[in-house]
């Protein structure tokens, strides 16, 4: 289980959010939604330890990280049982797609004899066939977004924490991108996502969090989309829906 | 007398002088690559403390004209310490210091510059440190910065003609000498041109190798 408890994370003065707890089990899809710039990102970073909180704490399985943090306390990354993808990918430029996708297990000393042949499902599933020997700067974004992502499976997580990963794909990849997702959920994976597509949130998402004003100011099943008891959440749904 | 007679006539002379150029070329790219590569990675690491020393070095040796130093070095200097030192080891030196914070700031720069979000996805993909730095790191800052270190060290082969002027054995020192003797300009120093194209090749053809090798555009369309 990734817990947070009371997380507060800000610059000097300016906190981004304050007081946030929440829970994302193994085997179920967490959604995040919220207005730009509410901190989304930043909650996933918190989440993923990329950015230490002010206060709170974040238990990951049985290791719980407590902030403010101990000086002589050790402080454990949980990678790669937590991954994250980013919204801008950081493929790194000087290697194939393969090798993109490939040298984080090579090089985890576990020589797993499947990650070839997971590598050949997800080549398969993701369609990546034609440019998997290209470079990071020789395809698309949509193509960027789908590596990414295979980066990430390919290191079998607990926990997969991902930043609007299917903000450039098309209507068609984003279905294979979702349905790979609830895959991963029956696998007992936990995932967290932050993204816009409410469709999504709804259809398939345990766990819905709506992020605002630096609060999360709801957090619950998919019906709170349908019937939600802020009014802020009321006001950025139908701002959504209205622009869609 | 043709620049091949100059060349067969005074072939020991100009062996000689390419042999001490060469010298003084080894010392200065070996302590300027090495040393200028430790200082730039120490400088991009400890921006308030080793990048300081190394960006005000590099500013005060890119300044100060390569002549004046090397004169500085050679006469107050010794004259004040009241030593005396081989004019070799004195421009090799000079040579060497003014190699070495050119280098150590081009690296600082590119350590500095380096996109983090690259270190960040090897940190998330449970990479180590170690593997990161080998894997991702040192390969794309090597991309980066070898077409501009092999252009510095041709600079640097330049730059070693200063050495004459201090009365280093070199090889423009040797053409100056055989040049006074036998009064043939356009012959010697065609001839000494052509030694600097046979020194330069080489290097031009392994920083061309270098670049078709391991770097490529890496801008996204």
Same mark, same amino acid.
């Given at each position: ?79 790669p049982?937590?991954t994250?993808v ?5 493929l790194w430029?000087?290697m194939t797609l393969r090798e993109n996708i490939m040298l984080p297990d090579r090089l985890s000393?576990r020589e797993r004899k499947g990650a070839r042949i997971q590598l050949a499902e997800m080549v398969e599933m993701f369609e990546m066939g034609d440019f998997i020997n290209r470079y990071p700067?020789e395809v698309?974004?949509g193509q960027r977004q789908r590596v990414a992502l295979a980066r990430a499976l390919i290191l079998q997580p607990?926990?997969l ?8 794909l098309?209507?068609e990849q984003?279905?294979k991108i979702?349905d790979c997702l609830k895959h991963l959920?029956d696998k007992?994976i ?55 | ?71 500085? &070095? =050679?006469?107050?200097?010794? !004259?004040?310490?009241?030593? @005396?030192?081989?004019? #070799?080891?004195? $421009?090799?030196?000079?040579? %060497? ?28 993909c ?30 640097? &082969? =330049?730059?070693?003609?200063? !050495?004459?002027?201090?009365? @280093?054995?070199?090889? #423009?020192?040797? $053409?100056?000498?055989?040049? %006074? ?41």
């Open positions: 289980m990734l817990r947070a408890k009371n997380i507060t994370f800000g610059y000097t003065e300016k906190k981004i959010f304050e007081e946030i707890s929440m829970t994302i089990k193994t085997g179920s899809i967490t959604t995040l939604i919220g207005p730009s710039g509410s901190g989304k990102t930043t909650l996933l970073r918190c989440l993923a330890l990329l950015e230490r909180p002010e206060s709170g704490s974040i238990q990951i399985d049985k290791d719980m990280y407590s902030w403010p943090w101990p000086e002589e306390k050790e402080f454990i990354l949980p990678y049982k937590l994250t980013f919204q801008q990918l950081f430029p000087h000393g700067n698309s974004l607990r926990y924490l991902l930043d609007e990963i299917t903000s450039s098309d209507v984003v279905a979702l959920r007992d936990g995932i967290f996502i932050v993204t816009h597509l409410l469709g999504f949130a709804r259809d398939a998402a345990d766990q819905v969090a709506f992020l605002a004003d630096g609060q999360l100011m709801e957090v619950g099943g998919p019906e709170i989309l349908k019937h939600p008891k802020s009014k802020r959440l009321s006001r950025f749904l139908s701002i959504i829906e209205a622009a869609s | 007398m043709t620049i091949l007679d100059i060349l067969i006539r005074y072939h020991s002379a100009f062996l000689e002088g390419l042999g001490v150029t060469l010298r003084l070329c080894s010392i200065v790219w070996f302590s300027g690559l090495a040393g200028g590569v430790f200082l730039g990675i120490m400088g991009g690491h400890n921006p308030k403390g080793w990048g300081r020393f190394v960006r005000g070095s590099a500013f005060l040796f890119s300044a100060l004209p390569a002549l004046v130093i090397l004169f500085w &070095l =050679h006469y107050p200097a010794q !004259a004040a310490m009241e030593v @005396v030192i081989d004019p #070799f080891y004195t $421009a090799a030196l000079t040579m %060497s210091l003014i190699n070495l914070f050119a280098v150590s700031e081009s690296v600082r720069q590119a350590v500095v510059d380096f996109p983090k979000q690259y270190i960040v996805s090897g940190r998330v449970g990479m180590s440190i170690r593997q990161i730095v080998r894997y991702i790191q040192f390969p794309i800052l090597f991309r980066q910065l070898v077409p501009g270190l092999m252009v510095l060290q041709v600079s640097m &082969l =330049h730059i070693s003609l200063f !050495a004459s002027l201090i009365s @280093v054995e070199e090889i #423009f020192r040797v $053409a100056q000498r055989i040049n %006074s003797m036998i009064y043939k300009p356009i012959e010697i120093y065609t001839a000494l041109a052509f030694f600097f194209l046979l020194v330069c090749l080489p290097i031009h053809l392994f920083a061309d190798f270098l670049q078709r090798r391991y770097t490529r555009d890496f801008s996204e369309r």
